[in-house]
C-alpha cells in the first residue's frame, strides 16, 4: 500500500477530497461516480484514498472522515487556497484537543488530578499554590501518575511553592505536604505567594504540555472558582514555565513538614 502522501499527491485525489469535504454529508455512489469522471480520477485511485482511511463506506454510499477533513484543510493551506489562521480554526472544531484555550468552572483540583493520572507523560509537573490540602485518593492518583511516569523518565520532578509552613492551621494540609514530600516533590515557600498554576510538561518521548491558572488552590473544595487551561500555545506556555521559575528562585526551600 503507498504511502498517504504519495496517494493525496496524485492527480485528482486533492479535487476529489476537496469537492467532497464541501458537501458535508453521505455521497451516494452515483455522484461519486460522476465526480470521479468530471474530475478524471480512476477506480483505483479512489480505492487508494479510502484504503487510507480518507473516505469511509456507509450503506448509503460514502463520506469524508475526520482524518479526510484534516488532509483536505491541509491541502487547501499548502495550495493557498485559504489562509492558515483560517483552516487552523477549522481543525479545531475538527478536533477539539487542537484547541488552545479551554475555560475550567468547577473541580479545578480534580480535574488537574485527574488530568496527570489519565495521562502520565510528563517529566515535569509544576505546582504552585498557597494552600494545599488533599484528600487521599487525590494522593494516590498522584503517586500512580508518577510511578507509571518515573518508568519512562529516571529524571522526573514534581516542583511545588506554597506558603510557609507556619501559615498553615490545618493538620490535613500539612499531612498533604508530608505525603507529596515521600513521594518525591520537591517543595518551597514563598510569602507573597498568591498566583495558582498548575503545569504539565511532557518529555523528549512527547506528551501534552499544558498549564492550568485560575482562582483555585489546590485543595478541591467545592468553591466557586474559575480557570483557563492553555495548550498548543507554545509560546505562553514558555513564559509560565518562565514566570514558575522566577517565584521558585525567589523562595525557600521547606526543609521539614
Given at each position: 500500500m503507498p504511502l498517504m502522501s504519495?496517494?493525496?499527491?496524485?492527480?485528482g485525489a486533492y479535487s476529489l477530497l476537496n469537492k467532497i469535504y464541501a458537501k458535508s454529508d453521505i455521497?451516494?455512489?452515483?455522484?461519486?461516480?460522476s465526480l470521479m469522471e468530471?474530475?478524471?480520477?480512476?477506480d483505483e485511485l479512489f480505492s487508494e484514498l479510502a484504503k487510507s482511511g480518507l473516505f469511509i463506506e456507509s450503506p448509503d454510499g460514502f463520506y469524508i472522515s475526520s482524518l479526510g477533513k484534516k488532509v483536505t484543510l491541509l491541502l487547501r493551506a499548502i495550495n493557498d487556497e485559504e489562509e492558515i489562521s483560517e483552516v487552523f480554526q477549522q481543525l479545531t472544531y475538527i478536533y477539539p484537543s487542537l484547541?488552545?484555550?479551554?475555560?475550567i468552572t468547577e473541580n479545578i483540583t480534580d480535574y488537574f488530578i485527574d488530568s496527570l493520572y489519565t495521562r502520565p507523560d510528563f517529566i515535569r509537573v509544576y505546582i504552585c499554590s498557597p494552600w494545599i490540602r488533599l484528600d487521599e485518593n487525590h494522593i494516590e492518583k498522584i503517586k500512580n501518575a508518577?510511578?507509571?511516569?518515573?518508568?519512562?523518565?529516571?529524571?522526573?520532578?514534581?516542583?511545588?511553592?506554597?506558603l510557609p509552613l507556619e501559615r498553615y492551621r490545618d493538620k490535613k494540609a500539612t499531612?498533604?505536604?508530608?505525603?507529596?514530600?515521600?513521594?518525591?516533590?520537591?517543595?518551597v515557600s514563598n510569602s507573597r505567594l498568591h498566583a495558582k498554576l498548575y503545569i504539565s510538561e511532557p518529555g523528549p518521548a512527547g506528551g501534552n504540555h499544558y498549564a492550568i491558572f485560575g482562582s483555585e488552590n489546590l485543595t478541591g473544595r467545592k468553591n466557586?472558582?474559575?480557570?483557563?487551561?492553555?495548550?498548543?500555545?507554545?509560546e505562553i506556555l514558555r513564559k509560565l514555565n518562565l514566570y514558575f521559575h522566577e517565584i521558585w528562585q525567589e523562595s525557600q526551600i521547606l526543609m521539614e513538614v
Open positions: 504519495e496517494t493525496v499527491g496524485r492527480r455521497v451516494n455512489p452515483i455522484e461519486i461516480l468530471e474530475i478524471g480520477v480512476s484547541r488552545p484555550y479551554e475555560l508518577i510511578f507509571t511516569a518515573s518508568k519512562r523518565y529516571t529524571n522526573l520532578q514534581v516542583l511545588i511553592i506554597t499531612e498533604t505536604l508530608k505525603a507529596l514530600k515521600q513521594i518525591g516533590a520537591e517543595i466557586i472558582e474559575l480557570a483557563i487551561k492553555i495548550q498548543n500555545d507554545n
